[in-house]
């Protein structure tokens, strides 16, 4: 729908939801969801998948905190309920199956940091830059994409997901992401509330915006943004084919370890051994969910053993 | 590097790959989790045929109830079990709990006469199946689809239907609905009335309303009688003659502990944490102990923000194990070494790990200081050691007024109620001589006592100024249960509080004191095996308790300027003293990077704390006034003595409330004008609700408008947008 046939008169939830149907549509029906949403990536390429998320949550969240006060953001600024990052570090530990304090110092994550894909840092980068610019009204587009996403389609995903990487869903380990507070208590929400929830947050974005056409053009033409930047990213999960379920979830073997310096031939000479320790490690029954934590834990102390060796 | 030749770095490289390999098998192998599935249950799911021929297993494992589930989220499968639970418990019949998805509907028209099928159906979205749904669905509504003999006819296939949907959606709950029409028009009977429930509002209720009118019809049509499951077991307990006594469990709380293998520390593996610090908080602990408690938590992996729970997992007292050991009949056996299997994994898995010992069952892994459940007595009746005790226990389960009089008021645990109804006296030392044994099946036992749970306490200390440690500020349960014709009255102690205080007597090599002044004979206070299974919580002088963490979303805003409103008597001020510590590490940080003014800015951080009197429970007393001086100005506390001067002008007492009444213009500023965020802790009942009232009325006067409308519409707004959050407790 082309924005001169929207009417911005009406609540700014109403036209968000009409100005950005066909986008969510194209999104929630893409091939990278459905992998993701039938638990269809590895368990590796979905901890990555989480870890780009912690990225964006962290950036949104910093900037919702920081302009907390201001009229347009107040009414939809429920830290203690929405907040996103604190629950996805913890669900990354769990599947890494590392100290929470650690995760962030795993290959996996090195390699995110080290080289980002485009998706990921463009979509940060346009965050960090709305909360630095004089005017963070952009930021209720970010925060209505992602969290009325995250209490929608997130829940149905919840119980494929705790299938495919073998996680508790009674205990909910690993699945804190989809897991949210009731709104005036500490309860776990149920559906019916998450529902109240987001009426809850479309009500705020109203107050929010009031009548004033220009935060609500600002906001409709942002979110557009944000769903093409929530495209790419899903399209970023199926850049990295050495992730896919066939690979027997083996970690990427992080660059920033074989950086240049390095000839061709050692470097082939790597993969081949890090091949056939594969080969040895799935032969040897590493498979499955702890056969995961198994492999990571080679991966990073033959990574370790490897700097020492050859320094 | 460049001097190794390729060959070298492969052959390296595949030594390295083979070491990784060797070295792991060991974990490999301890890793895994003592899988017991038995023998029994294995046979039954060895069918040779079609795995997905749901008939054909219903018939190799005797099972005469298929109960399918169209489940998204889990919940409708959490119902599946639960009917499947039901017709076991009340008719004796088992069933099999299948996911649509693994199974194909062929051979749906040819389930055996004696048998029936279920469907717990959710709903979902805009009237949709689950995914697990989608074939079964199609099966059933699309004609032409055959079933394996008569086409589309299922006449005399009985079949019951609940349905899970959510009225908030369209399409309330059409997928039951579909599945209900589309077996109705072939032919299937129906028993009872098609089930709905509200996943938005009532469920249970829904559920609860429904279930009993069903089951009857089902009795009616399954030509059942109700009360044929009761002796049903669920497990299987078997003395083993010899196990190496190294893998036996003597109360370890999870495979790597037993194998002492390393592994991430959350509430399937808790960590032992050293006892680094262990006091007495009240200044006179006459009758009334208040424990702090210091977990070192170092090299653990463990972290933990302010505001979170710490569970610390007990044990039970040892009179209390030696009680129920002497009232099974155990007591001479109490360290044979028994596994125990699930007869039904599905339904009911062993809640502990085995192969372990009665004693450590009853010590470590289940909750027998708890009171003892009414529904329990019945299942103990039947094995009553005489009419007498058979009848005094019966009355007991029956009789939900007698039972709420002795056993409930009077705080009875299982162990006592088997010494009551046999006649022994249950304030005596329990003795072999003094305790009748009643021959209860052990898997009775397991089936009917909970897990012993960790208990939970909001962290009192923040990790940016004790970022390897854990505070815990307990105050010890301990009061008297309420006298009867039958019980008189005795002290009943709350399990994890005087865990704790056993733990402080320990650590600091005090003797625990006898409580005689009360004037009861043999009360003291309970004793429990701190130096845990194997002794592994203690190490020389070291006393350690196992613990885990558990996320909250209690927390303070990450902006210092946001004013900040505490209130927390008694040990609800356990967290804010994390909050504060917070507050003081920010602020030593903040004044050495942009000197002494760089708290000028922040808002006013308000706690309001209670206590009976200054000189006697006063918590962190001499804390309070180094946060205040380090925070500059900004951190004010108010206290609350309810038991000291100055009263109210009535004589009345007291309390927080009041205190925040007395502060309203402050209060109002904060929460109004400086967007603040107020905090409670402590008990719900009471405290809690007064100072919501309150918080009405002082923001309905700043606002010009009454507490009951525009208070309230303030606290309703504060809350949903977590400004105003609880950590409270009843």
């Known amino acids: 729908m082309s924005s001169s046939t929207l009417d911005f008169n009406l609540p700014l939830s109403d036209i968000l939801r009409q100005s950005t149907k066909d986008a969510h549509d194209d999104i929630a029906f893409s091939p990278s969801a459905a992998k993701l949403s039938n638990g269809e990536l590895s368990k590796a390429a979905y901890t990555h998948f989480l870890m780009m998320l912690f990225d964006i949550y962290s950036a949104l969240e910093e900037g919702l905190e920081r302009h907390a006060s201001h009229p347009v953001l107040e009414p939809i600024i429920n830290t203690a309920l929405l907040r996103r990052a604190p629950s996805l570090s913890s669900d990354i530990a769990q599947l890494l199956e590392v100290p929470e304090l650690t995760w962030k110092s795993h290959p996996l994550y090195q390699s995110l940091v080290s080289s980002p894909p485009k998706a990921l840092s463009t979509y940060v980068e346009r965050i960090h830059a709305i909360s630095n610019s004089g005017d963070p009204t952009p930021l209720v587009a970010h925060a209505y994409v992602r969290y009325l996403g995250d209490l929608s389609g997130g829940q149905t995903i919840r119980h494929s997901l705790a299938k495919a990487y073998d996680l508790d869903e009674a205990a909910g380990e690993g699945l804190s992401f989809y897991a949210f507070k009731e709104l005036s208590s500490s309860k776990p929400a149920s559906l019916g509330e998450m529902k109240r929830i987001k009426d809850w947050f479309r009500n705020g974005m109203n107050e929010g915006a009031g009548d004033n056409v220009t935060v609500k053009v600002a906001i409709v033409q942002e979110a557009r943004d944000v769903f093409r930047y929530n495209g790419d990213l899903f399209g970023a999960i199926l850049e990295h084919p050495e992730l896919e379920r066939a690979q027997k979830d083996l970690p990427v073997v992080p660059k920033a370890q074989y950086g240049s310096g390095f000839a061709v031939s050692s470097v082939l000479t790597v993969i081949t051994a890090v091949s056939v320790a594969h080969f040895l490690l799935v032969v040897g029954g590493y498979s499955g969910p702890r056969g995961f934590a198994k492999l990571v834990a080679a991966e990073q102390w033959f990574t370790s053993f490897w700097s020492s060796t050859v320094q | ?402 039972y709420h009089k002795i056993v409930a008021d009077g705080c009875l645990k299982a162990g006592e109620v088997l010494q009551l109804a046999a006649g022994n006296d249950i304030r005596a030392i329990p003795t072999t001589e003094n305790t009748t044994a009643w021959p209860i099946p052990f898997d009775m036992i397991v089936s009917s006592i909970p897990r012993l749970q960790p208990r939970y306490y909001s962290i009192s200390s923040s990790p940016k100024i004790h970022p390897n440690s854990i505070h815990v500020t307990c105050v010890v349960l301990k009061f008297q249960s309420v006298s009867n014709e039958r019980v008189s009255e005795r002290w009943v102690y709350g399990v994890g509080s005087n865990f704790l205080l056993n733990l402080k007597y320990a650590a600091n090599g005090e003797e625990a004191p006898l409580i005689s002044s009360t004037g009861v004979a043999n009360a003291v206070v309970p004793t429990y095996a701190i130096t845990g299974p194997r002794g592994a919580y203690k190490q020389e002088n070291i006393y350690k308790a196992p613990i885990h963490v558990r996320r909250s979303t209690f927390r303070l805003p990450t902006n210092p300027k946001s004013p900040v409103i505490m209130v927390g008597p008694g040990t609800g001020v356990a967290p804010f003293r994390g909050f504060v510590q917070e507050r003081v590490a920010l602020a030593r940080r903040s004044i050495e990077k942009n000197g002494p003014d760089a708290l000028a800015d922040w808002g006013l951080i308000t706690l309001f704390y209670g206590c009976r009197k200054s000189t006697e429970d006063f918590l962190y007393k001499d804390e309070w006034p180094s946060y205040a001086s380090e925070l500059k100005g900004k951190f004010v506390m108010h206290t609350a003595c309810s038991r000291e001067p100055p009263y109210k002008p009535d004589g009345s007492k007291i309390y927080v409330q009041d205190l925040i009444w007395e502060q309203r213009e402050s209060v109002a500023d904060s929460i109004l004008n400086g967007k603040g965020y107020v905090y409670i802790c402590g008990d719900a009942k009471n405290m809690s609700k007064a100072v919501e009232e309150v918080l009405a009325k002082i923001l309905g006067e700043a606002k010009g408008g009454s507490a009951e409308e525009e208070g309230a519409a303030e606290v309703k707004m504060l809350k949903e947008r977590s400004r105003l959050l609880l950590d409270v407790w009843s």
Request: glycine content about 8%.
């Open chain 2, 1 to 402: 590097m460049a001097s190794t030749s390729s060959s070298d770095v492969f052959i390296l490289a595949l030594g390295v790959a083979l070491a990784a390999l060797y070295l792991f098998r060991d974990s490999l192998f301890a890793a895994s989790k003592p899988k017991v599935t038995s023998s029994i249950t294995k046979s039954l799911d060895d069918t040779d045929g079609n795995p997905r021929d749901f008939v054909a297993k219903m018939k190799a494992g005797n099972k005469r109830l298929a109960i399918f589930y169209g489940s998204q989220t889990g919940t409708a499968e959490e119902y599946a079990i639960r009917l499947a639970k039901e017709a076991k418990a009340k008719f004796g019949l088992t069933s099999l709990v299948c996911d649509p998805e693994e199974y194909d509907f062929e051979t749906l028209d040819t389930v055996p006469e004696d048998c029936a099928v279920f469907f717990v159906m959710a709903t979902y979205g805009e009237g949709e199946p689950t995914d697990n749904a989608v074939q079964l669905m199609q099966n059933l509504q699309d004609d032409a689809f055959e079933f394996s003999k008569t086409g589309r006819d299922l006449s005399g296939l009985k079949y019951v239907v609940f349905g899970l949907g959510n009225k908030t959606y369209e399409h309330y709950n059409v997928i039951s609905k579909y599945v209900d029409d589309a077996l109705e028009k072939m032919g299937a009977i129906r028993m009872g009335v098609r089930g709905e429930g509200d996943d938005d509002k009532s469920m249970e209720e829904d559920y609860l309303e429904w279930k009993d009118g069903m089951w009857e019809a089902f009795a009616t049509a399954m030509g059942v009688e109700e009360g044929q499951g009761g002796d049903t077991a669920d497990f299987a307990v078997r003395e083993l003659e010899s196990h190496p006594e190294e893998k036996v469990y003597l109360g370890e709380l999870s495979a790597r502990a037993l194998t002492k293998t390393k592994g991430i520390h959350d509430a399937k593996n808790p960590y032992p944490a050293p006892l680094t610090v262990a006091r007495e908080l009240f200044q006179d602990p006459k009758d009334r102990n208040c424990v702090h408690v210091e977990l070192n938590t170092e090299g653990s992996g463990i972290t933990y923000q302010h505001g979170d729970h710490v569970g610390i997992w007990p044990s039970n007292p040892e009179l209390e194990v030696d009680r129920l050991l002497l009232a099974l009949g155990l007591y001479d056996k109490k360290d044979k070494i028994i596994n125990i299997d699930s007869l039904d994994p599905a339904l009911a898995k062993v809640p502990f790990p085995v192969p372990t010992t009665y004693a450590t069952v009853l010590r470590h892994y289940i909750d027998i200081s708890t009171l003892a459940g009414r529904q329990m007595l019945g299942t103990f009746a039947k094995f009553a050691p005489n009419p007498e005790a058979e009848a005094a226990i019966k009355e007991l389960n029956t009789n939900k007024e007698v």
